[in-house]
């Protein structure tokens, strides 16, 4: 079939040519996907306003040798405070970068589309800080990586107040075996059940968790070091997300 219909939500829009853009999309029926949306800058497109970054989209395709082309296109949820604003633009970029960066072309995961969808939706609310850090450890998740974060990944003892989060060793770490686990990051007990939380509750539900700020910083510390640990390298729009959380929060 030359054809065929994907819903897709925007995760980058790249300009080539005058008028083109490659967009790559994560789709609820293909997984991740690029496309060509031709004539997309020109005024008169009617696809334009389907192809933004950060949108709900769908989106009628068209196999290519080499890369499918956007035929027509429909916004579904368009989410304009994602592009409108610094920190909506800031958190947006962050989860569209994260998505791709742990994600392969044309390997359908229907989990990783719905919590893009619905960390969108509640971004696009209010950019609520604690969206992105439960977007964080819930893609670990769906994609192979959820820490271990019940008891100790070395010794199994469900360990006292003082724990460590080691990416080495994949999750939390108690004192006793800290000392030989290498190099991580002190975790309070508090941080860690709302770590817990995060991971566990129903995305809908997540504006309820209102960290301390100590508590949100200490979070985000643990999944910046968990998540390079993984890639082996940073997020670039990580170091603008940080400088914009900073900003609001001061």
């Known amino acids: 079939m030359k054809d065929y219909l994907v819903d897709a939500v ?10 083109d853009r ?12 690029r496309a060509m949306a031709h004539g997309v800058e020109k005024p008169a497109s009617r696809k334009r306003g389907a192809v933004q970054p ?28 994602l592009r409108q604003t610094l920190d909506g633009l800031a958190r947006a970029s962050y989860v569209a970068e994260m998505a791709d960066a742990f994600t392969v072309e044309e390997d359908p995961n229907t989990g990783v589309f ?27 998740s769906l994609v192979g990586y959820r820490p271990g974060l019940e008891c100790c990944t070395v010794c199994g003892a469900p360990g006292g107040e003082r ?9 939390v770490v ?4 800290s000392p030989e686990s290498g190099r991580g990051i002190e975790i309070k007990r508090g941080s860690l ?21 100590r508590t949100g910083s200490e979070i985000a510390a643990v999944m910046k070091k968990f998540v390079e640990y993984q890639l082996e390298k940073c997020i670039k729009s990580a170091r603008f ?3 914009v959380e900073k900003g609001f929060s001061s």
């Open 10 to 19: 925007i995760l980058k829009s790249a300009r080539t040519r005058e008028a």
């Open 22 to 33: 490659v967009l790559t999309l994560f789709t609820r029926q293909v997984g991740k996907i």
């Open 54 to 81: 950060f949108s709900y989209s769908r989106l009628l395709l068209r196999r290519g040798r080499d890369i499918d082309s956007v035929s027509q296109g429909e916004g579904v949820e368009i989410f304009p405070a």
């Open 114 to 140: 719905e919590l893009l969808l619905a960390t969108f939706n509640m971004l696009g609310r209010g950019c609520d800080p604690i969206a992105a850090r439960a977007f964080d450890i819930k893609l670990m």
């Open 163 to 171: 724990l460590w989060f080691v990416p080495g060793q994949g999750g």
């Open 174 to 177: 108690c004192a006793e075996c």
């Open 193 to 213: 059940e709302t770590l817990k939380a995060l991971l566990r509750w129903d995305m809908g539900r997540i504006h309820q968790i209102r960290p301390d700020p």
């Open 241 to 243: 997300l940080e400088l």
